[in-house]
């Protein structure tokens, strides 16, 4: 999980990664930060995410990408 704490905090820096749980429901992120998060998250992690994993509850939080890459990883 530090591999993708680094990697939000190059998106954003400005943001409390570890704490915040509504990254996409309270507007946090901005549909280009997504962008940018899903491309390094793609190229560091070996996965491709799937236009129907694009969705807020795989992106509210650090924890919420985490499984979500995990997941991708298992298939």
Same mark, same amino acid.
């Given at each position: =999980? +530090?591999?993708?704490? /680094? #990697? ?16 996409? +429901?309270?507007?946090? #992120?901005?549909?280009? +930060?997504?962008? *940018? ?5 793609? /190229? ?18 650090? /924890?919420? =990408?985490?499984? =979500?890459? /995990?997941? #991708? *990883?298992? +298939?």
């Amino acid at each position: =999980m +530090d591999e993708l704490l /680094e #990697l939000l905090q190059d998106v954003r820096d400005d943001i409390d990664f570890k704490t915040c749980k509504t990254l996409i +429901d309270d507007g946090i #992120l901005a549909s280009f +930060d997504i962008l *940018q998060i899903i491309s390094a998250i793609n /190229e560091t992690f070996d996965v491709e995410i799937p236009a129907t994993s694009i969705i807020p509850k795989n992106f509210n939080s650090i /924890e919420a =990408m985490y499984e =979500m890459i /995990e997941r #991708l *990883q298992e +298939d």
